[in-house]
């Protein structure tokens, strides 16, 4: 049973499979179409190229075994005179009385109206390669160019993705300016964009008036629509105005910008950019050429656009035809102008026609819903030397996308770089660019014959010096003409900056603050320096040094308070010394002594004043308490007195009578200004901190003017006024002239923060080279060595540091002589009093030993400076004394010894017999009794 229903199902897949191939072949054996299919041409006498390409379409065609197999494609070609619409209709209704089944050509607007409204009316196919400018398509018309509006999109989204500030568009025809709606609308969208419009002088090809404006206009981003053979002309003409620099960028609006003759401009780094709609490299374009061999240039070029689209529209038209043959039939009948009568199967053979995809020398055609031609990719081309470069591929979804890498792009940059010579404008300024010392001086002859690096030298020259080494370019200076660095002036910029906008700069080197305007001019690099805006001011001169300067941190009546102080706890401690009963001691000799003499409590009042301390000290409570608050007083004074010296020293030095901005403001006796003409005066004019307002309002008004011709005119004025004026400038150079000047100083820190950078004209291409290279310099350590070299080493750097002696904060020898002369005279007076004391005991011993008192004074010179001497000696006081002890005590020992001896008495002696009789102790000898 299985196999039987599937025998079964394979016999109904039989019969339904011979049915679908005998229907295939009842179709082919009918014929669908005609054995021949004409096809009508319409050319002015302009278009003969046009009409080759059409010519060569059929051919193609006709050759191509895989399309119409069955029919012959013939052409029928009329011709009429160029701008003569009227010989044209007339020509189109001779050329379709035989009947045809589609129109091709003409691509001048009047005569292709006359052929659109014959198209409707006939209801044959018109195949167009001109614009078409409406956004509803006629009901007969097909067109395989680009709409304007996508053309449009595609320039506007380069002239995004690229950044443009600003363009000028010279447009040859009003038609151009429709083509362009969609970049025209731009400044709506595209926040910041400036666009100028300038149609080019019509009947004439001498553009150079029209090219003059636009030099004088600053401009360098322009926009060309023209007829491709002009293009030439103004670019030729550009040239001899010098509007083919570097920092000139030409967007050619032409779809065959890949096909201008370039050679004359090989050594030119002008930036030519446009889109092409045929890629030379495609497969398409390899077999079309292979069967046509390209013998043509500029228009007769077989890849020309207008070209190449009439044979696209022709195998646009033959692919339509051949989809159409596989299920439908199609019949060409006659056809008049007269009668109106419409095509039959002109209906069905449109809507095949807007079913097409089809790949040719334009690329992939394919049509939207309205029937034009969409989804097609551009080619973005720019010109690297002598030819133009695919660099980006652009699309209606995604825009401008680049095919070259970031590393290639940059390369491109550093490749132009290094085959070009910048011109590097600069001015004189210190220690930027300065003139060379030369000894001996050499005469101005052999000067003028010096190159400006055997001339000049300076921060920026070395700098330009070891910024050519790392990004490899050439150089040559020149001095800006008037010497000013760029400001905006009556609607126009001069100094370097105008050399720079008018491109006969390339760079300007100097210490150029970057700022907003001058950013709206030209481009800036990476600062190379990091500043500020800072004050400078005249130093103070210095009072002389006062001897006693260590007294003045405490006022004369603190001295004479502390002095009456110390007496008065002196006397206090010797009062209640001799009050108080326990600060005496008994001698041992039934008598009292006590320490406290009045010599002994001053001496113990100073030395605990001067924190020395001291070998005697109290014993009572009440004495005591006396010596803790002399000594918790003592404490307080000298912390006060050290603190006080040291704020004393250090206020010395900073003493000014202003310090910063806010003080300046403060303040009208002295008068403050900048350079008339430089960023610190746009700094303060620009500023919103009421400060720097202040300070604005101050110097707009001030009567004589605060303001300057230069830096160095407000040094002078600065030093010349004595401390009645202050100049605001940048940082470093105030860093550099204090450095040199040691009779100026900058007040406080900076009042904001800015950069130098290099200058290059608006948008140039080596704005990122120069930019990488200074990062480079500057963490490699080259910018801060070469900073060092022109600040503190070189025409007298470092100058202050040494007549400062390199101790800024050290007192001098005459601020502490009051010091020294204290201690001097302490050590006269002391040695004084010891002379006194000398003379007054060796003149007490010369009385009593009939001694000459300078003859003693001079034994006792002689023992003191005489090394050998010891550290002992007589004292003739203690041997005079010990003398008479001793004839004392010998007395007294001869009465004693006498006593003892004669104790019992003397025989004979009365007076001892007496005595004896008296003293039962004694005993007597012969008795009587």
């Given amino acids: 049973m299985i196999l039987q229903k599937q025998l079964s199902r394979m016999r109904m897949s039989l019969r339904m499979l011979l049915i679908a191939w005998s229907t295939v072949i009842c179709l082919q054996s009918v014929s669908a179409l005609p054995e021949v299919i004409k096809l009508a041409g319409l050319f002015d006498t302009n278009s003969a190229s046009q009409e080759a390409a059409f010519l060569r379409a059929i051919t193609a065609v006709n050759d191509d075994r895989t399309i119409l197999t069955k029919s012959l494609v013939s052409a029928d070609v009329g011709r009429y005179p160029a701008d003569d619409s009227f010989k044209a209709s007339k020509k189109l209704c001779e050329i379709i009385q035989p009947g045809v089944s589609a129109f091709f050509g003409p691509t001048t607007e009047a005569s292709s109206y006359h052929v659109q409204a014959l198209s409707d009316t006939l209801h044959v196919p018109f195949m167009q390669t001109k614009y078409e400018y409406a956004l509803k398509r006629a009901d007969f018309s097909m067109s395989v160019q680009p709409h304007p509006s996508l053309l449009g999109k595609a320039f506007a989204d380069f002239v995004k993705k690229a950044n443009w500030k600003s363009a000028i568009v010279l447009y040859e025809t009003e038609e151009g300016l429709v083509r362009l709606q969609e970049l025209l609308k731009l400044p709506k969208t595209f926040a910041g964009f400036k666009i100028t419009l300038r149609q080019l002088t019509p009947d004439t090809l001498d553009y150079r008036p029209l090219l003059k404006e636009i030099k004088k206009s600053e401009e360098t981003r322009i926009v060309l629509d023209c007829d491709f053979d002009k293009i030439s002309i103004i670019l030729e003409q550009a040239e001899e105005l010098s509007l083919l620099t570097d920092y000139h960028n030409y967007l050619v609006t032409s779809l065959d910008v890949d096909k201008i003759n370039l050679d004359a401009y090989v050594n030119h780094n002008v930036n030519i950019t446009g889109f092409r709609l045929i890629d030379p490299d495609s497969s398409a374009v390899h077999h079309y050429l292979k069967k046509f061999p390209n013998t043509g240039e500029g228009k007769e070029n077989f890849l020309f656009t207008e070209n190449a689209l009439v044979h696209d529209s022709v195998r646009v038209y033959a692919k339509a035809l051949n989809d159409l043959d596989s299920l439908q039939e199609m019949e060409i009948n006659p056809l008049s102008c007269g009668s109106g009568e419409a095509w039959a199967d002109g209906e069905k053979v449109l809507s095949y026609i807007k079913e097409v995809e089809y790949v040719g020398l334009t690329g992939e055609i394919k049509f939207d819903s309205e029937g034009f031609r969409s989804k097609f990719p551009l080619d973005l081309m720019e010109k690297v030397r002598n030819r133009l470069k695919k660099t980006a591929i652009w699309t209606e979804a995604g825009g401008v996308n680049y095919t070259l890498t ?6 491109q940059a550093v490749m132009k770089l290094q085959n070009k010579t910048l011109l590097i404008t600069t001015t004189l300024n210190d220690p ?21 690096e055997e001339k000049y030298e300076g921060f920026c020259v070395d700098l330009i010096k070891e910024l050519s080494k790392e990004v490899k370019f050439k150089y040559k200076f020149y001095m800006v003409q008037g010497g000013g660095y760029g400001s905006f002036k009556n609607g126009r910029w001069t100094g370097m900056i105008a050399d720079l906008r008018s491109q006969k700069a390339d760079m300007a080197v100097i210490d150029m603050s970057i700022t907003s305007i001058r950013q709206t001019a030209v481009d800036f690099t990476m600062p190379y320096m990091s500043t500020g805006v800072g004050i400078l001011y005249k130093k103070k001169i210095p009072p002389p040094p006062n001897p006693f300067s260590f007294l003045q941190p405490l006022s004369i009546e603190v001295w004479i308070y502390t002095t009456t102080a110390y007496l008065g706890v002196s006397i206090v401690l010797f009062l209640l010394a001799r009050i108080s009963p326990y600060e005496w001691e008994d001698d041992g000799e039934g008598s009292a002594t006590n ?10 009042g100073i030395g605990s004043f001067l924190c020395q301390g001291c070998d005697i000290l109290p014993k009572t409570i009440s004495t ?7 000594w918790f007083f003592t404490l307080i004074m000298m912390s006060s007195y050290t603190a006080n010296l040291a704020a004393f020293l250090t206020a010395s030095k900073m003493s000014s009578p202003v310090n910063s901005a806010e003080d300046l403001s403060k303040q009208t006796k002295i008068k403050y200004g900048t350079y008339c003409c430089g960023s610190t005066n746009s700094f303060f004019k620009g500023s919103t901190i009421p400060t720097y307002t202040k300070l604005n309002a101050f110097m707009e008004s001030a009567k004589p003017s605060v303001y300057t011709s230069g830096n160095s005119a407000g040094i002078d004025r600065v030093r010349k006024e004595d401390g009645l004026y202050a100049f605001f400038m940048e940082a470093a150079a105030i860093e550099y002239h204090i450095e040199r000047k040691c009779d100026l100083k900058q007040l406080g820190g900076l009042l904001d923060s800015k950069g130098y950078g290099i200058a290059l004209p608006k948008d140039s291409p080596y704005t990122g080279a120069i930019s990488r290279g200074v990062i480079r310099l500057i963490e490699t350590g080259v910018v801060t060595k070469l900073k060092k070299k022109w600040w503190e080493e070189m025409r007298g750097g470092g100058a202050c540091k040494e007549a400062a002696g390199g101790g800024g904060d050290q007192m001098s020898v005459a601020a502490l002589a009051g010091l020294y002369m204290m201690l001097i005279a302490g050590m006269v007076v002391a040695a004084m009093i010891a002379i006194c004391e000398f003379t007054w005991r060796k003149r007490k011993l010369a009385v009593d030993e009939n001694t000459s008192v300078t003859h003693e004074m001079w034994e006792e010179l002689k023992f003191a400076i005489n090394p050998f001497a010891g550290d002992t000696k007589p004292n003739p006081m203690v041997c005079d004394s010990q003398s008479a002890s001793r004839a004392s005590s010998k007395a007294m020992l001869s009465k004693s010894t006498a006593e003892s001896l004669h104790k019992y008495g003397q025989i004979g002696d009365e007076l001892s017999l007496t005595k004896a009789s008296k003293d039962s102790t004694y005993e007597r000898f012969n008795d009587q009794s």
């Fill in 595 to 604: 320490q406290w003499t009045i010599s002994n409590a001053l001496w113990f």
């Fill in 406 to 411: 970031a590393t290639e792009m940059i390369g």
């Fill in 432 to 452: 930027y660019v300065m003139h060379k010392i030369f000894d001996p001086p050499i005469s101005p002859e052999a000067l003028q014959r010096m190159s400006f």
């Fill in 624 to 630: 005591r308490t006396v010596a803790i608050m002399w």
